[in-house]
């Protein structure tokens, strides 16, 4: 076991943060040789010794020292060609861009597999919680059945100063912005986008199956009203953006990211503020729980740490699930129950619901709760983003027994 | 990889767990061919087929095709004897019992490398739970400070029906074994013993550090009295049940398995009934906590089957930590704060607290609340079975900063 030698690219909230753990994990045996920055004379809280930034990628991808990439640029495209770059090369790969990973896995597992090389990502789902590895490695079986949890910090810190401190939703995004917890661009925290990736991700290493992102019903918190919050806590329930892969049937599953009622006895109800909590269900050992920080900067290295000390012993993820036999199929002919806010009735009598349990119609706001299928929710997901409507889902018992 | 073929010793509640498991998890590529048991013809609930069963050792041990060695038999020196005559003709072996691994550990580590084989028994430490995994692969770095948890799902089930239900003790601990979730020596459970043998393993792969059983303070719940409970009730606690190792210092480590007053904004505080929960605290990514089933015919039966399958990919514990440079050492020497609940002033003044903060002296039941060294704790640890006595723990700030 050599020491492993890093060529970092990114130099952001977590790169810096990578710079600080890997200078304190002293049994590491890491160190980081190259630092690839956009602009090397931009000003850094961070004190640097300057040899060690450039701003030409092939100072790393051509250093012949270096033995390991760990990738951090907040720009998907530019992380792609980083990654690329490096697998092409044969060098291993640490990255936490989940919005790269989750739009070209497929591919990025073919090359891990031509060039004989790896590329972990534990810390691109969840920050600091190994959900990653451990469904990887541990529950490698034929008796999961549901992944289902909170991946994004930044929307939940949200819905927690929103829900628990009576604060304004814009109040809250900004404080989030603040403390580091969003992405640079908040829509990819608020509208989903962010725990979709991480559910994409999960789900190869949960059930071997590859779903693109665009094929998934992603609804995100940003048209949460007052009234929406209102009637949650009146129920004593939560609103929380819960991303979930679920088995079916023995042969098919379904997965969706959207906000969902959560009652208190629910594990998920008490993950608050940056954290993340996600259930893992399976057949025999019924639910498991793990729940740790998400976001922010040095969480989010200590996973990266993680994934580097798991090279110094030559890790890589064996995808060993995607060569199943019988692996189930993706579903979306599954019938879901929602809460829908709706401007008009004009609107209502566009969505096409199954049946409808309860309807509310007032000055202030209307909705319904009913039944409709998820393709439906697919085929409208457009019109569902019209101002004054807001949609989460009520968990029922044909999909989540009793989580 | 080819199939895994099991040797299976022990056909109780967990190895019929596992008969259960292996036969449903099909991908897992795994079969029992042989089943060791004590005596052939005990009626059991299970249908086997008869030729399946043997009660010679040497039908598992010199049978060429078994590749893998399962144990899970209930007696700590029959599971050493099959543990290690199959590590010494280099057979792996997933192992499930604490007491013998925590008391044997050093040795059975030196045999996997002498013999080039392997040990697994992430099963022997919180039932589904994957912490030793975890501690050996992903927290496997400087950062890591405290594991703390509630790892008997017996003694926990027992308190849960006394605090949250009003039940008697005696009842509760029926009700246990009559679940399966207590051993058959009670003792085990209620005394600490369990929990205790856990702490150790887990102590190994989370600081690289083996400490012998009998040099850890360990008390139990045995003598818990309605008088106390009515005490931790009426400060909005519960007691449970905690075995913790923490690093005091840079250099050094405390460890101790004693029931703890658990204020509500801890995680392990709504960690009930049969559940085991562990929070993992590191420098950079705070708190972790996994959640999940302790006791229980299947989900240490499913534990079991994730070391299975990791062996059919050659995985084996490295015991890294082991070997790193400036190990923390085990120390006593630290100041904890206890509850004392003592039976008369002679009694309490052979205690040697090094200051108390309360006194409380009534006919029914008299305590005190004070600082006291563990090494005293431990010099005193005959005298504090007294009856009449119950002793706990109160989290202070030097210790768990703001667990």
Redesign the interface.
């Known amino acids: 076991m050599n020491t492993i030698k890093i060529g970092l690219f990114g130099l952001g909230v977590v790169g810096q943060?990578i710079y600080r753990?890997i200078g304190?994990?002293?049994?590491?045996h890491a160190e980081i040789k190259r630092i690839c920055v956009r602009n090397i004379d931009k000003p850094r809280d961070l004190v640097i010794d300057p040899a060690l930034l450039t701003d030409n990628a092939d100072d790393i991808l051509l250093d012949p020292e270096i033995n390991l990439v760990v990738e951090v640029v907040d720009d998907a495209e530019a992380s792609y060609r980083i990654v690329t770059g490096a697998l092409r090369r044969g060098i291993p790969v640490v990255s936490g861009n989940k919005a790269m990973i989750a739009r070209h896995l497929p591919e990025l597992i073919e090359m891990q597999r031509r060039y004989d090389t790896a590329l972990l990502y534990?810390a691109s789902s969840c920050?600091?919680?190994?959900v990653i590895?451990?469904l990887e490695?541990?529950?490698?079986?034929?008796?999961l059945l549901e992944v289902k949890g909170i991946l994004n910090g930044s929307s939940n810190y949200i819905l927690s100063r929103v829900f628990d401190h009576d604060e304004d939703y814009a109040d809250a995004l900004r404080r989030a912005q603040k403390l580091g917890f969003a992405e640079s661009d908040p829509s990819f925290d608020i509208e989903g986008y962010d725990s979709l990736f991480k559910l994409i991700i999960i789900t190869v290493h949960a059930l071997g199956v590859y779903v693109a992102p665009e094929q998934v019903f992603t609804y995100g918190i940003s048209s949460i009203s007052d009234f929406d919050i209102r009637y949650a806590r009146e129920k004593r329930m939560k609103i929380k953006l819960v991303a979930q892969v679920v088995k079916v049937a023995d042969d098919r599953f379904t997965m969706f990211v959207m906000p969902e009622f959560v009652s208190p006895s629910k594990?998920i109800y008490?993950v608050d503020d940056e954290y993340n909590g996600v259930v893992i269900r399976?057949?025999?050992?019924?639910?498991?729980?793990?729940?740790?920080?998400g976001a922010g900067s040095?969480?989010t290295?200590?996973?990266i740490?993680?994934d580097v000390?798991?090279r110094r012993?030559g890790?890589r993820y064996?995808y060993?699930?995607m060569d199943?036999?019988?692996l189930p199929s993706y579903t979306t002919d599954v019938m879901l129950k929602i809460y829908l806010r709706y401007p008009d009735e004009q609107f209502l009598s566009a969505i096409p619901f199954a049946s409808v349990s309860e309807k509310f119609v007032s000055g202030t706001a209307s909705y319904v709760m009913g039944e409709i299928l998820l393709s439906d929710l697919i085929a409208h997901r457009e019109l569902l983003r019209a101002p004054g409507v807001f949609v989460a889902n009520i968990p029922r018992f044909f999909l989540n027994l009793d989580d």
């Open positions: 943060g753990v304190r994990a002293t049994n590491a534990d920050g600091s919680i190994p590895r451990n490695e541990y529950y490698d079986n034929d008796l594990y008490s399976g057949e025999c050992y019924d639910r498991q729980f793990m729940f740790g920080k040095l969480p290295a200590s996973s740490l993680s000390m798991a012993h890790y064996e060993k699930k199943y036999l019988n």
